[in-house]
């Protein structure tokens, strides 16, 4: 008798153990669960399928060291990416993400990426991931919608009740307890479809800083879009999330803009000229709250999350996987170069320019 029930309570304990652990940590932290979704700050990988590492030949058009499951293993929580439209060269038509032009880096499909967005959420139950899309060639809600279905990730979208940002948002938890993980924001979509209504359109909901900072003094807290918010004031009672902007750009030859990793270290970092963590207590003071969305290039390197962390006082994160918070170096050896497609298009298109193509 005694030793039955002995026998119960050690095969009971590791069940008690192990769901007390997985139920009650919400992305990352037990203290986010009951915190609703616009209460949290969320690290955002900018541009994130566009990646700078051995399999793009380390592609000066590179955003991240590291690919979108691993950048979700680290805590990132926003992803971002461009959406392109292609013509196959069977006639057919498909939407690709691809940074700027598909010449300069074609990062795949959108279903293969929302299929692996997909793949990370069936794995990871209690986190809550959020997706915005820049709609490049002018996707309408319909021809999106359908490679959200053919992912398989649209059983996790969330629908908002209205097209007007909410008072409040729900919890994490009730996010979670409903299914509807995915929160998706496209910029823009100007016409709503009935048949896709988890297709947000981004600046209904969210408001922006300017992006294109080229200096570390150059970064503002000023909402930039959408454009007729022209004041902190006027964004902050517009009941929309802010959306803070944080990355460099370098111009290089030709004027062609790619993102600044030689100051990256700084950028990404608690403290220093145009660090994050200076960023956002600058723009937490601002708005009197820090930001929702925080978008970053390199997101590994930092390591940002320390600063997210800091924002939403979480001191007892679970459940990351560590990466590296080192930028990754090209080892140049003969027979390679850095950057090399992306000077194979500019020689490409001096080309062009020089023949009168
Ligand atoms: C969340 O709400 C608390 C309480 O109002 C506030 O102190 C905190 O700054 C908010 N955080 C975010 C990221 O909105
Ligand atoms: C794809 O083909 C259409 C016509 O079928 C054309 O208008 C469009 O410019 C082409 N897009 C690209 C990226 O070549
Ligand atoms: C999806 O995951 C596969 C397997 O890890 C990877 O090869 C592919 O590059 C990923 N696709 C995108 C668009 O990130
Ligand atoms: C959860 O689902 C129920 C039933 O569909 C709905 O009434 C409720 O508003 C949902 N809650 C959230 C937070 O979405
Ligand atoms: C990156 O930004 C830093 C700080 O402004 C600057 O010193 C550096 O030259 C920039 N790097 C590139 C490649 O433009």
């Not at 069940?15 to 969320?42: D, E, G, K, M």
């Not at 820049?134 to 999106?144: E, I, Q």
């Not at 823009?188 to 981004?202: G, I």
């Not at 992006?211 to 454009?227: G, K, L, Q, V, W």
Request: glycine share 6%; with cysteine; proline share 6%.
């Amino acid at each position: 008798m005694f030793t039955k029930t002995l026998l119960q309570a050690a095969s009971i304990l590791p069940f008690l153990y192990s769901t007390a652990v997985a139920q009650t940590a919400c992305n990352n932290s037990p203290s986010l669960c009951n915190r609703p979704y616009n209460n949290i700050t969320h690290l955002g990988a900018h541009d994130s399928p566009f990646l700078r590492n051995e399999q793009t030949s380390f592609s000066t058009s590179g955003n991240q060291y590291y690919d979108t499951t691993t950048q979700l293993d680290a805590g990132v929580r926003l992803l971002s990416a461009q959406v392109h439209h292609v013509n196959n060269s069977d006639g057919s038509e498909a939407w690709h993400l691809c940074h700027s032009s598909c010449d300069l880096l074609d990062a795949g499909t959108l279903t293969s990426w929302l299929a692996n967005i997909s793949a990370w959420m069936d794995n990871n139950p209690n986190e809550v991931v959020t997706v915005l899309l820049v709609n490049s060639d002018d996707a309408s809600a319909a021809d999106l919608g359908a490679q959200f279905q053919s992912s398989g990730i649209d059983k996790y979208a969330y629908t908002p009740p209205s097209v007007s940002p909410p008072q409040t948002w729900p919890t994490l938890q009730s996010l979670i307890s409903n299914g509807t993980r995915l929160m998706t924001f496209v910029a823009s979509l100007q016409t709503p479809d009935a048949n896709f209504p988890y297709l947000m359109d981004e600046f209904t909901y969210i408001f922006e800083n300017e992006f294109e900072n080229e200096e570390p003094t150059d970064y503002s807290c000023n909402p930039d879009r959408p454009t007729d918010l022209t004041t902190p004031e006027q964004a902050a009672q517009s009941g929309r999330m802010f959306l803070m902007n944080h990355f460099l750009y370098s111009t290089q030859l030709f004027g062609i803009q790619s993102p600044n990793a030689s100051y990256i270290e700084t950028t990404n970092a608690q403290t220093g000229l145009g660090s994050l963590g200076t960023r956002l207590s600058a723009c937490t003071s601002v708005y009197a709250k820090p930001p929702t969305f925080v978008l970053l290039d390199f997101v590994t390197v930092g390591p940002a999350i320390a600063s997210i962390d800091l924002s939403n006082q979480v001191s007892d994160a679970v459940g990351r996987k560590a990466v590296s918070a080192e930028p990754l170096e090209e080892i140049v050896s003969a027979g390679s170069r850095p950057g090399a497609p992306f000077f194979a298009v500019v020689v490409a298109v001096v080309a062009a320019l020089a023949l009168g193509l």
